[in-house]
T-cell receptor, first 112, second 116 residues
């Protein structure tokens, strides 16, 4: 069956450290993978998109990798800050008029 | 530029009542989506539309109907509300979904619905 899994429901990390979140998928062939941030009581907000032929994408303190062999994406936040505390969702972009498929999210807490 | 606007933000319904959730976007996006989000379940797609006048079923369509009479609006209807439909509902839109460009989704602020 098709599955998309994010490694843990919650992740606690000390301020200044690098947070690493994992997104694994089974029986999908995404052309792209997207990452979103969701704050409590708000809708998700798009952060980054990475294409299947890109190994890595960076945006300020954020870095995303995409390994189609392992069927995995890693999302890194370097020099994490308490303001980075939120739930992070990965989404598979399957192309061909198919809507995004979302993982359940990982709730990140950055502790000062 | 308002983006995606959902109406209402909160609603309490009695079992068996009906209601319509309205989603409006001002970005001229072709694609619009309705998701529900429940604790531990993530975002699940209810229905979606790839253009004005079109609709399609998502993962959890039962108990819901939708209409896309105008490009900028996507309506989600509950004909006979049930407690299992208590959830937070999110509308989203995107320019395209072909995986080429501009596929990122823009979300509304959500509608918190409670059915008692």
């Amino acid at each position: 069956s098709q599955k998309i899994e994010q490694n843990s429901e919650a992740l606690n990390i000390q301020e200044g450290k690098t947070a690493t979140l994992t997104c694994n998928y089974t029986n999908y062939s995404p052309a792209y993978l997207q990452w979103y941030r969701q704050d409590p009581g708000r809708g998700p907000v798009f952060l980054l998109l990475i294409r299947e032929n890109e190994k890595e994408k960076r945006k300020e303190r954020l870095k995303v990798t995409f390994d189609t062999t392992l069927k995995q994406s890693l999302f890194h936040i370097t020099a994490s800050q308490p303001a980075d505390s939120a739930t992070y969702l990965c989404a598979l972009d399957l192309s061909g008029n198919t809507p995004l498929v979302f993982g359940k999210g990982t709730r990140l807490s950055v502790i000062a | 530029n308002a983006g995606v606007t959902q109406t209402p933000k909160f609603r309490v319904l009695k079992t068996g009542q009906s209601m319509t959730l309205l989603c409006a976007q001002d970005m001229n996006h072709e694609y619009m989506y309705w998701y529900r989000q429940d604790p531990g379940m993530g975002l699940r797609l209810i229905h979606y539309s790839v253009g004005e006048g079109t609709t399609a079923k998502g993962e959890v369509p039962d108990g819901y109907n939708v209409s896309r009479l105008k490009k900028q609006n996507f309506l989600l209807g509950l004909e006979s509300a049930a407690p299992s439909q208590t959830s937070v509902y999110f509308c989203a839109s995107s320019y395209s979904s072909t995986g080429l460009t501009n596929t990122e989704a823009f979300f509304g602020q959500g509608t918190r619905l409670t059915v008692v």
